[in-house]
């Protein structure tokens, strides 16, 4: 059976539209979900839109509309951008979608329903009211750790509000006097942080991201509002009736639920829910089968909603330690301002690239390739048009585009367009035993670079994994930069007009042309349109243009063009990015 694959990235707030940073996670997890589809595996890639929440309920009130319309008119964006881009998901997540509802519902009534048996309380939810400064941007009580040096709340907080509210909490750390939740969350969490890491699978990738998490977990010392007043706040979930009239769910609650609900096979109101629902065996899309994720997000909302709030809701929710998801945090997409320092793109600053308008003006495959070229997943990059013109028009038409342009011309010119690989002569080995190495190798660094670290092999200095970056490196640049330097350093024209060099030039032309094909395979997860367009002018597995079963990674071995095969012909896949002169 095929393995499976279970891919999150966060859901975005319909408060505005898409920038480039949410390109950039969609495309970085989108690629991901394709290299394992490359590798056969079974795929599942949830990705959505978080729909509720104070912060809509007043843009929509702005514009005079109903928060329904407000975010379905943005979540139309989103949805139309990813279409552009090509990002290829398999499950889309609404946090207003009824079963989402539901689920959120569930869960707070399961949480609510697990009382501690001495005192009849529920271990993980109490009600109490609370005086403080309240953020209205984050949606969230602040905290004297929340203040500057001066003493006062920073503007990332937005407006802060002093409020006397009622609200229920979930438990983050075990109460002292009760000692409920029974356990010592917090405690719990720095263990289970440890214990991943010890195991060399660190629970959140890139590593160097680990000491940071742990040390907001050791600093942790309250628990979170999951309520909001309903007289105050009308556009969210409904908390169960069991709690009483009034509230509704705290929008960080209710997204992170999002995560679980739209898992297949998931039901809100089974018990165990590691198991398959009531009349469902195991390997039919249980929840069982794909869980738990690996969840792409970005490095802002790690601390404290994904690495604090959500592990601690699912241990309480009764997942393992060994169910608990990986988190591959990726980092920010600055831009340098008029000084020429990097700065983070921001409305109010008004530096915010459209990845919409970069789409239309270079097409998706050339902002696809940049976004996944120029940064090195987990750290910051500074955004840059001229940076993506130059990619484009060095790595891809240039190099790859000039390769296979050559290659095909030179095929249908000096032998029809037919190909041979057998009954070469020995001394031909000398072209095609270096290429047969040099893509034994790519594949095994290909893969090194995009799966997740592997404990189960030997420490032979493999990376992190998921460096889409270095995988390019592999595909385009280093193989390609390979096969360009033997067009220059065996010169096929000056071949062919030797007879007596008829097998050098047919094994040159081979090992170019196989290389190709080598070539598009590695290159489908990032540019899916341009591997079939290789596809397509090698003549090669014709019946599958246009389906991405058409590429395997197993099939990257060398040697799969057959002997005379009979390639297509040349047409521009990469044409050059004109920039007009000033």
Not at 91 to 104: M, Q, R
Request: proline share 6%.
């Amino acid at each position: 059976m095929a393995e499976t694959f279970f891919i999150t990235t966060a859901i975005d707030y319909t408060n505005g539209a898409p920038h480039i940073g949410h390109a950039y996670e969609k495309v970085l997890a989108d690629v991901l979900a394709r290299y394992h589809r490359l590798k056969g595996d079974d795929v599942f890639y949830l990705t959505g839109v978080d729909q509720h929440g104070q912060k809509v309920q007043q843009s929509a009130e702005k514009q005079g509309v109903e928060p329904q319309e407000f975010v379905d008119g943005i979540t139309a964006k989103f949805v139309a951008l990813w279409e552009k881009l090509e990002v290829n998901y398999t499950g889309w997540a609404a946090t207003t979608d009824p079963l989402h509802k539901e689920c959120v519902r569930a869960n707070l009534q399961k949480l609510w329903d697990d009382k501690d048996s001495a005192t009849g309380e529920s271990r993980w939810i109490y009600k109490k009211t609370q005086r403080g400064f309240y953020s209205v941007r984050q949606e969230q009580f602040l905290t004297d750790k929340e203040r500057g040096p001066d003493g006062q709340f920073g503007p990332e907080w937005g407006l802060v509000e002093e409020r006397d509210e009622e609200n229920f909490y979930f438990r983050l750390t075990r109460d002292p006097a009760t000692g409920l939740p029974g356990c010592d969350p917090k405690q719990w969490l720095l263990d289970f942080i440890d214990q991943r890491s010890a195991e060399s699978r660190p629970f959140v990738v890139p590593d160097f991201r680990v000491a940071e998490l742990r040390n907001a977990v050791e600093k942790l010392d309250g628990d979170l509002c999951i309520s909001r007043p309903a007289s105050r706040l009308k556009w969210g979930i409904p908390f169960p009736e069991s709690f009483g009239a009034g509230f509704v769910t705290y929008v960080w609650f209710d997204a992170l639920v999002n995560y679980i609900t739209f898992v297949p096979g998931h039901d809100p109101n089974y018990s165990q829910r590691t198991s398959p629902p009531a009349g469902q065996t195991p390997g039919t899309s249980s929840f069982a089968d794909w869980w738990p994720p690996l969840h792409v997000i970005g490095k802002d909302i790690l601390i404290p909603a994904h690495g604090v709030y959500w592990p601690i809701m699912l241990k309480a929710l009764g997942f393992a330690d060994e169910e608990m998801p990986t988190l591959l945090v990726h980092g920010w997409w600055n831009i340098k301002g008029k000084t020429g320092e990097s700065e983070k793109m921001s409305k109010s600053l008004g530096n915010v690239v459209d990845p919409d308008v970069l789409a239309d003006k270079y097409g998706a495959e050339a902002l696809r390739y940049y976004l996944m070229s120029d940064i090195s997943t987990g750290k910051d990059a500074d955004f840059s048009e001229e940076r993506l013109i130059q990619r484009y028009n060095t790595d891809l038409a240039n190099s790859l585009g000039n390769l296979l342009n050559r290659t095909l011309n030179m095929a249908i010119k000096y032998r029809e367009g037919a190909i041979k690989c057998e009954k070469l002569e020995v001394q031909c080995n000398e072209i095609l035993d270096p290429f047969r190495e040099v893509a034994d190798g790519a594949i095994f660094q290909y893969g090194d670079h995009l799966d997740g670290c592997n404990p189960g092999l030997p420490d032979i200095g493999r990376s992190e994994g998921f460096e889409i970056n270095s995988a390019l490196g592999i595909a385009v640049l280093s193989f390609t930069t390979f096969a360009n330097q033997l067009i220059d350093t065996t010169k096929p024209w000056s071949l062919a007009k030797d007879p007596a060099q008829a097998d050098r030039l047919d094994a040159v032309l081979y090992a170019l042309a196989e290389s190709l094909r080598i070539i598009a395979i590695f290159i489908s997860p990032v540019l899916p349109k341009s591997a079939h367009g290789i596809f397509d002018q090698l003549n090669w597995k014709m019946d599958e243009s246009g389906n991405d079963a058409r590429f395997h990674l197993s099939e990257a071995n060398w040697g799969g063009l057959p002997d005379g095969h009979v390639l297509g012909q040349p047409t521009p896949l990469f044409p050059r990015i004109e920039v007009p002169s000033a």
